[in-house]
Structures are given as structure tokens and as C-alpha cells.
């Protein structure tokens, strides 16, 4: 007998095991991003994932509503709250993250930190600690894999749906269902566990809108609905009109943007007008490059910054150099997306970054710079390909021509100059708060052909506010008189006054370079920094 005790005992002590959470296994259970940073967090309401091992004794699915705290014997803790389950196994939970945690956020614009437990009847995990963000969206995917096909309908003028698939395109004017989690909080939440009704709809508080193709096209206009979905628990879905200039392909990619910052993962729909089965488009690709001097004008201590950066992308359909990849840059005049964070990484075929090989710039008096491409981040539409992104030498960067030269990776050798633009003289330190407007910045300077773009953060509020507006360069102030910035809160704001070439009366210089076929973009700007401004 003695055998087969032993054998019960080894048996009973496997099944006693505690749980484990896996160390980065708590993500969105859309886009499986992991749950760190203040907007890919955990989002309260949202649906997660839990990765690991020992985490339930069985495998079980919720089978009504409301949702329960405890199925197949686990329960799962986050911040001290009991969160509804969906899905249990023993190495993968999904839960709801308890509504009850936005009330532990000190504000959208910081984030908070919780612990993640799981207990069964072996005991309770150790903890895991997330972040926890008001909007982290991700979208969820055909797969299941959090890349790929999005989970997306297409809706037809009689209310009928499909899933879109390429040999079911949408058709440019068609509207389109997305669904996802973690879009940001909602008007008439439902309680934990339950679903969110039809009437009255749990709408969106923060969503701004949908990216097409890469970061060209932000759809806002034709939005009729962004919030929970009904008759689902944690579930979002944005119903909206596809743009009629929207890029079309079997793979155009999509993102969901939130006011308060945070940014999906891409995945794709097919888009061919007329519908049916999708076709795409020849691959383009082009680049930019932007030269940037930088100055903080009321701390001296603070040295001027001169840097290079540059991006190159190709994709089916582009039809012009974009900047996908800057994000964080200040400058309204610069085009592409620059102000929202980068959602979590995923490949789409198709679309590209060309790596040109080292960039070497020079200096009108000849003083060279050589730039070697470097890995960049592993977030959108990029996976890790080279990007361009350095400093330059204090000091380096003056009125005058620049040539940049580059070239035999993957385009051919080139050699392009850019005309680098006047700086303008500040005559005040401090922002001037007497005149009609809320903040004005006196200068003289400047000449034809350049602009200036005039910006304010609010820093530690409710979440950063910006607004910005655009003159015509000319000697006088530099405060618009029609600015009306929102009140701001928090720890105090910053104003950046950028002069930039004048794209409203021509268009930005573009050169031929060798397999770029949109050719390469060139940019330059002159920022003027007040920090640390109090409200």
C-alpha cells in the first residue's frame, strides 16, 4: 500500500501548489499589452488578462450574468478589490478590472498602482503590481492573438453585419463596427459583472477618434458611437462612417485614439470601394527629416539642444513622406501624429521602415555629424527597424545650408542640402500676462517664408492641456490675440514658441532620393522654451 500512498500524496501536494502570476502576465485582453505606464495600464471597467501558473483548479467560462468573484475556484484581487471573472484555467484568467479603482487616481495625467492577486484553495499568489490608467485602449482581433485582423463588422445601410475579411471589404463611406477594451471611462457605467445597457448607452468621456493607414487620417467627423457595448461586460465599441479618402487595401490599418493620450495597437481591415474582395494598392515610401534646435529662455542653466531625427516608411497606397515616430516633438506645423503616445507594436504586411544606411550632415562651415541608425521602439507600426534620432554638437546647427548624405541599404546614394532658417530674438524672459490675451512673448526677427507656431501645455492636470495657433512671421508679439487657452491646473504649464518654415504659402521641400519613391521631406525648427510656468 505503501506505493500508492505515496503516489496520493505526491498527487494531493501538485494540486496544492499555490498560484503564480507570471512577472509581466497581467495585459489588456485585446491587445495584450502589458499593464506598465500611465497609458497602457490596466483601465478600470476594462477587461484583463492574467498569465501564469496553479492560477485554477479547472477550466471554466462564465455562463451568466451577473459576473461572479469566484469561478473554478479562483478569485482574482486588484487593489484589494474582488474583480468579476470571465475565464478560468490554470494558466490563464480573464477578469474586469473593478470600476472602484478610479476612485484611488489622483488624476488622469498620473497613474496609479495596484496589486494583483489570485487566490484558490492552495492560498493566494504572491502580488504583481500593474499600473492602472484612465484610457488604454486595444483592439480586439480575429485570432485572438492581439495582432492581425481586427474585430470589426461591417454594417450595411439596412442594419445587416459581416465580419470584414478580405473577400468582405468596407467600402470608403461604409460604416464600420470596431470593438475593443480600455477605450477610457464611460458616462452610465453599469455595476462590476454587468453589461452595459442600449438605453441609456455608456458613452465614451474621453475618445477622439479613429487612425486609418498609418497616421494620416484621424476620423472624427462621422463618429456616431464611442463607449461600452450593450448587452457586454468591459467590451468597447466605436461605430463610425470609413472616410472617403481613406487609404484601401486588404491590410489598411487601424488605431483608437483617446483624447487623454493613449493609443490601440494597429490591426487591420480591408477596405476596396464597392466592397467585395479587397486589392492592394502598389507600396510607396518616402522620408523626413527634421533638424531641430532647441533653447529654454528663462533658465539659463539649461544648455541649448541641437538634434537630427529622421523616419522612413513605406507602405501600400502612402502618398507622401509621414512622421510616425516622433512622438513627444512639440510643433503643430510639423505633419504627421506627434502628440499621441504610441500604442503597443504589431507588424502589418505591407508596411515598412527603408533603413538608408548612416546619414552624415554637414555643417556650412563644413563640421561633419555622422548618424547610425539605431533600433527603435517596439510600439504602432514599428517593430523594432532602424530609426534616426541623435545629438548634434551644441551649437551646430545655424542660419544657413546643410547638406545631408546618405544612402546604400535600402536606397540608393544621395546628397540633399536644407536651408536652415533665421533665429528671432525673445525680448522677454517671462511670458507678458497684462496684455488681452492670456500670454504674450515680444520678439524681433525672423524673415520671409517662416512662421511662427505657438503652443501651451498644462502639465499635471486632468490630463495635459494643449492648445496652439499659428501667425505669420513678423516683427511685434507672438501672443495671438484670438488664443484662449483652457484653465490650467496641476503643477503649472509650459509655452514653446517655434519658428518653422511657412507651409500654409508652400509646400515643405522634397528631394529625390533612389527607392524612395515619395522622396525625402526636409524640416527644420527653431524652439524658444518657457518652463515651469505657474497657473
Same mark, same amino acid.
Given at each position: 500500500?505503501?506505493?500508492?500512498?505515496?503516489?496520493?500524496?505526491?498527487?494531493?501536494?501538485? &494540486?496544492?501548489? =499555490?498560484?503564480?502570476?507570471?512577472?509581466?502576465?497581467?495585459?489588456? #485582453?485585446?491587445? &495584450?499589452?502589458?499593464?506598465? %505606464?500611465?497609458?497602457?495600464?490596466?483601465?478600470?471597467?476594462?477587461?484583463?488578462?492574467?498569465?501564469?501558473?496553479?492560477?485554477?483548479?479547472?477550466?471554466?467560462?462564465?455562463?451568466?450574468?451577473?459576473?461572479?468573484?469566484?469561478?473554478?475556484?479562483?478569485?482574482?484581487?486588484?487593489?484589494?478589490?474582488?474583480?468579476?471573472?470571465?475565464?478560468?484555467?490554470?494558466?490563464?484568467?480573464?477578469?474586469?478590472?473593478?470600476?472602484?479603482?478610479?476612485?484611488?487616481?489622483?488624476?488622469?495625467?498620473?497613474?496609479?498602482?495596484?496589486?494583483?492577486?489570485?487566490?484558490?484553495?492552495?492560498?493566494?499568489?504572491?502580488?504583481?503590481?500593474?499600473?492602472?490608467?484612465?484610457?488604454?485602449?486595444?483592439?480586439?482581433?480575429?485570432?485572438?492573438?492581439?495582432?492581425?485582423?481586427?474585430?470589426?463588422?461591417?454594417?450595411?445601410?439596412?442594419?445587416?453585419?459581416?465580419?470584414?475579411?478580405?473577400?468582405?471589404?468596407?467600402?470608403?463611406?461604409? +460604416?464600420?463596427?470596431?470593438?475593443? $477594451?480600455?477605450?477610457?471611462?464611460? !458616462?452610465?457605467?453599469?455595476?462590476? %459583472?454587468?453589461?452595459?445597457?442600449?438605453?441609456?448607452?455608456?458613452?465614451? @468621456?474621453?475618445?477622439?477618434?479613429? !487612425?486609418?493607414?498609418?497616421?494620416?487620417?484621424?476620423?472624427?467627423?462621422?463618429?456616431?458611437?464611442?463607449?461600452?457595448?450593450?448587452?457586454?461586460?468591459?467590451?468597447?465599441?466605436?461605430?463610425?462612417?470609413?472616410?472617403?479618402?481613406?487609404?484601401?487595401?486588404?491590410?489598411?490599418?487601424?488605431?483608437?485614439?483617446?483624447?487623454?493620450?493613449?493609443?490601440?495597437?494597429?490591426?487591420?481591415?480591408?477596405?476596396?470601394?464597392?466592397?467585395?474582395?479587397?486589392?492592394?494598392?502598389?507600396?510607396?515610401?518616402?522620408?523626413?527629416?527634421?533638424? =531641430?534646435?532647441?533653447?529654454?529662455?528663462?533658465?539659463?542653466?539649461?544648455?541649448?539642444?541641437?538634434?537630427?531625427?529622421?523616419?522612413?516608411?513605406?507602405?501600400?497606397?502612402?502618398?507622401?513622406?509621414? +512622421?510616425?515616430?516622433?512622438?513627444?516633438?512639440?510643433?503643430?506645423?510639423?505633419?504627421?501624429?506627434? &502628440?499621441?503616445?504610441?500604442?503597443?507594436?504589431?507588424?502589418?504586411?505591407?508596411?515598412?521602415?527603408?533603413?538608408?544606411?548612416?546619414?552624415?550632415?554637414?555643417?556650412?562651415?563644413?563640421?561633419?555629424?555622422?548618424?547610425?541608425?539605431?533600433?527603435?521602439?517596439?510600439?504602432?507600426?514599428?517593430?523594432?527597424?532602424?530609426?534616426?534620432?541623435?545629438?548634434?554638437?551644441?551649437?551646430?546647427?545655424?542660419?544657413?545650408?546643410?547638406?545631408?548624405?546618405?544612402?546604400?541599404?535600402?536606397?540608393?546614394?544621395?546628397?540633399?542640402?536644407?536651408?536652415?532658417?533665421?533665429?528671432?530674438?525673445?525680448? $522677454?524672459?517671462?511670458?507678458?500676462?497684462?496684455?488681452?490675451?492670456?500670454?504674450?512673448?515680444?520678439?524681433?526677427?525672423?524673415?520671409? %517664408?517662416?512662421?511662427?507656431?505657438?503652443?501651451? +501645455?498644462?502639465?499635471?492636470? #486632468? &490630463?495635459?492641456?494643449?492648445?496652439?495657433?499659428?501667425?505669420?512671421?513678423?516683427?511685434?508679439?507672438?501672443?495671438?490675440?484670438?488664443?484662449?487657452?483652457?484653465?490650467?491646473?496641476?503643477?503649472?504649464?509650459?509655452?514653446?514658441?517655434?519658428?518653422?518654415?511657412? !507651409?500654409?504659402?508652400?509646400?515643405?521641400?522634397?528631394?529625390?532620393?533612389?527607392?524612395?519613391?515619395?522622396?525625402?521631406?526636409?524640416?527644420? /525648427?527653431? @524652439?524658444?522654451?518657457? /518652463?515651469?510656468?505657474?497657473?
Amino acid at each position: 500500500m505503501r506505493p500508492v500512498i505515496s503516489l496520493l500524496l505526491l498527487t494531493v501536494s501538485l &494540486f496544492a501548489q =499555490k498560484p503564480v502570476i507570471n512577472p509581466g502576465g497581467v495585459v489588456n #485582453a485585446a491587445s &495584450f499589452a502589458n499593464a506598465t %505606464g500611465p497609458t497602457h495600464g490596466l483601465v478600470p471597467g476594462s477587461i484583463a488578462t492574467l498569465f501564469g501558473k496553479n492560477l485554477a483548479a479547472a477550466t471554466q467560462s462564465a455562463t451568466s450574468f451577473p459576473l461572479v468573484p469566484l469561478l473554478g475556484g479562483a478569485s482574482v484581487s486588484v487593489g484589494g478589490f474582488q474583480a468579476p471573472l470571465l475565464y478560468v484555467s490554470p494558466g490563464q484568467i480573464n477578469f474586469q478590472v473593478p470600476h472602484e479603482l478610479i476612485n484611488s487616481f489622483p488624476g488622469c495625467g498620473n497613474y496609479y498602482q495596484a496589486p494583483v492577486t489570485v487566490t484558490t484553495a492552495a492560498g493566494a499568489s504572491d502580488p504583481v503590481t500593474v499600473d492602472l490608467s484612465c484610457v488604454s485602449p486595444g483592439i480586439f482581433t480575429q485570432d485572438g492573438s492581439g495582432c492581425g485582423r481586427g474585430a470589426i463588422l461591417n454594417v450595411k445601410p439596412d442594419g445587416t453585419r459581416s465580419l470584414n475579411s478580405p473577400a468582405d471589404s468596407a467600402s470608403p463611406g461604409d +460604416f464600420i463596427e470596431i470593438y475593443g $477594451t480600455g477605450l477610457d471611462q464611460s !458616462y452610465n457605467v453599469p455595476p462590476d %459583472g454587468v453589461p452595459a445597457l442600449a438605453n441609456p448607452l455608456a458613452t465614451s @468621456e474621453f475618445f477622439s477618434g479613429v !487612425y486609418f493607414g498609418l497616421t494620416d487620417i484621424l476620423e472624427t467627423g462621422n463618429t456616431t458611437f464611442a463607449g461600452e457595448a450593450p448587452g457586454l461586460v468591459g467590451v468597447d465599441q466605436v461605430d463610425l462612417q470609413i472616410p472617403a479618402n481613406v487609404r484601401q487595401g486588404c491590410n489598411v490599418p487601424v488605431q483608437l485614439n483617446s483624447f487623454a493620450g493613449g493609443l490601440s495597437q494597429p490591426v487591420t481591415v480591408s477596405i476596396h470601394s464597392g466592397g467585395g474582395q479587397c486589392a492592394n494598392p502598389p507600396i510607396a515610401g518616402g522620408g523626413v527629416l527634421l533638424l =531641430k534646435r532647441s533653447i529654454v529662455v528663462n533658465d539659463s542653466t539649461i544648455p541649448e539642444t541641437d538634434t537630427v531625427t529622421a523616419s522612413f516608411t513605406a507602405s501600400p497606397g502612402q502618398t507622401a513622406p509621414v +512622421f510616425p515616430k516622433l512622438d513627444g516633438i512639440p510643433g503643430f506645423g510639423i505633419p504627421g501624429n506627434l &502628440f499621441v503616445t504610441q500604442g503597443p507594436a504589431c507588424p502589418v504586411p505591407g508596411y515598412s521602415t527603408p533603413n538608408p544606411g548612416a546619414i552624415t550632415i554637414t555643417a556650412p562651415g563644413g563640421a561633419q555629424v555622422k548618424v547610425q541608425p539605431s533600433p527603435g521602439p517596439s510600439t504602432g507600426l514599428d517593430t523594432g527597424t532602424p530609426v534616426y534620432q541623435a545629438s548634434l554638437p551644441a551649437g551646430f546647427l545655424q542660419a544657413g545650408t546643410y547638406q545631408v548624405s546618405g544612402g546604400g541599404v535600402d536606397t540608393g546614394a544621395f546628397q540633399v542640402s536644407i536651408d536652415m532658417g533665421s533665429p528671432i530674438q525673445i525680448l $522677454t524672459q517671462t511670458p507678458d500676462r497684462s496684455g488681452p490675451h492670456q500670454d504674450s512673448v515680444a520678439y524681433t526677427g525672423g524673415q520671409p %517664408g517662416t512662421m511662427i507656431v505657438w503652443e501651451m +501645455f498644462g502639465i499635471g492636470g #486632468a &490630463f495635459d492641456a494643449v492648445c496652439a495657433d499659428t501667425i505669420s512671421l513678423d516683427s511685434g508679439t507672438a501672443g495671438p490675440p484670438d488664443l484662449r487657452c483652457p484653465p490650467v491646473g496641476g503643477t503649472g504649464y509650459e509655452i514653446d514658441v517655434l519658428v518653422e518654415p511657412d !507651409y500654409t504659402t508652400k509646400p515643405l521641400p522634397v528631394v529625390q532620393v533612389p527607392g524612395l519613391s515619395l522622396g525625402l521631406q526636409l524640416l527644420w /525648427i527653431i @524652439e524658444y522654451r518657457f /518652463i515651469g510656468l505657474q497657473p
